[in-house]
């Protein structure tokens, strides 16, 4: 299981999760793997990773006995670590019905295994090169074509359909009597997220991280008039270790480091939620919670299952007939962006090429990631697309959606 190590006397540095076994007490080589790969992940990817590889040990437990992953990792021991691995790969792949995630746990579990050969590798002074060398080759060679899934199954668009967005845009207008949150302030906060995600395109994690002045501005003398944009970075204000919440949002790479424009419509949303509802709170995040405390990963996923329940009947069965599925979550807001950026900056006369680097750019994706190309075969959607008119950040419902302020 995965614990949190930090308190008073434990140094920033060294506030990290930690994978633990029954009794308390630090899986060794999954510690040192932390340690190595802390600085290159966001705190919720490695988490995700943690738990993958949680169940990887869990596994050999079962399997052979308290500690055998660790002990067959610190002994090189070939004949045991094959054993575990392809016990734990069946297990996965016999389960009644596998998914994506079944196959990056898989993936995470395989990796970490190997990582560790060839660490403990290449500092073994009491084995011939070769021979170490030979055993790292069959592991490489012989796990990685293990496939969960077939990989040529057919990628669902995961873009929200046109009818789903209208709804949202409906209920979770803060005068809504649809809108099914209670307090006046969760409603604002909720509306403000759901703007953030659709709007701007920004992850769940980088939604929490912003802070409470994230709304930039200056004068624009080429456009007369002043321009606004948001800084998508570590909250300037607040470090990791002083942020209280159990899954501490963080910036995803170096890539998605960006400064992106948004509209006046937007901007203008954002400062009447942090001037009128937001509360007086003594942290920086924009995104407060009704306990004055920053809002959680888990709020706001719970927040979207609320959402997914309100969705009228015809609403869901186009969405899982579209998308397969029948909730809303926040990265689908993301995704549905994405399909919309794309169509536009086409609209606009822009080739595929540059219209996909220009996508690069504002969704924090590097210039080798293949993520915008995945877009290309739903932006032609023209259902999804006509949510929106030309002017994206302006639409009328949203300017008539704010109330008079206060």
Request: aromatic letters at 8%; proline letters at 5%.
């Amino acid at each position: 299981m995965i614990t949190q190590l930090e308190g008073p006397l434990v140094p920033p540095s060294l506030s990290a999760p930690v994978l633990v076994d029954s009794c308390g007490l630090p899986r060794y080589w999954a510690v040192v793997w932390s340690a190595a790969v802390t600085g290159a992940l966001a705190d919720s990817t490695h988490i995700k990773k943690l738990r993958y590889i949680d169940n990887l040990y869990q596994h050999g437990d079962e399997l052979r006995g308290h500690g055998a992953l660790d002990d067959a990792l610190g002994t090189l021991n070939d004949g045991d670590l094959a054993e575990i691995l392809e016990s734990w790969f069946i297990s996965i792949r016999n389960q009644p019905a596998t998914t994506e995630s079944d196959e990056t746990r898989w993936q995470v579990g395989l990796s970490f295994v190997t990582s560790i050969v060839a660490w403990i590798a290449k500092s073994d002074t009491h084995k011939t090169l070769s021979h170490i060398e030979s055993r790292l080759h069959q592991l490489s060679v012989l796990y990685s074509q293990f496939r969960v899934k077939k990989r040529n199954m057919p990628e669902m668009i995961r873009s929200l359909p046109a009818s789903t967005v209208e709804v949202l845009y409906q209920i979770l207008d803060p005068e809504s009597k649809d809108n099914p949150f209670p307090r006046v302030q969760t409603r604002w906060r909720v509306y403000v997220a759901f703007i953030l995600m659709l709007h701007q395109g920004l992850r769940r994690g980088e939604a929490l991280l912003l802070p409470v002045d994230a709304i930039k501005s200056a004068f624009d003398p080429k456009l007369g008039r002043d321009r606004c944009w948001i800084n998508i970075r570590e909250n300037d204000y607040e470090s990791s270790a002083q942020d209280p919440r159990y899954s501490k949002p963080s910036i995803k790479t170096k890539d998605s480091i960006r400064q992106i424009p948004t509209s006046e419509t937007t901007a203008r949303i954002i400062e009447l939620y942090a001037g009128n509802y937001r509360g007086r709170p003594q942290h920086s995040f924009l995104l407060n919670s009704k306990s004055n405390v920053p809002l959680s990963t888990e709020a706001l996923t719970k927040a979207f299952s609320v959402i997914s329940n309100k969705l009228p009947a015809h609403v869901v069965r186009e969405l899982e007939s579209r998308t397969g599925k029948t909730t809303v979550t926040p990265h689908d807001l993301r995704h549905t962006c994405a399909v919309v950026r794309l169509h536009q900056l086409l609209q606009h006369g822009d080739s595929m090429d540059e219209a996909l680097q220009k996508m690069r750019t504002f969704f924090g994706w590097s210039r080798q990631s293949t993520m915008p190309s995945r877009y290309a075969r739903a932006v032609f959607e023209d259902r999804l697309a006509g949510v929106w008119n030309n002017a994206f950040d302006d639409r009328v419902s949203l300017l008539r959606a704010i109330p008079k302020e206060r």
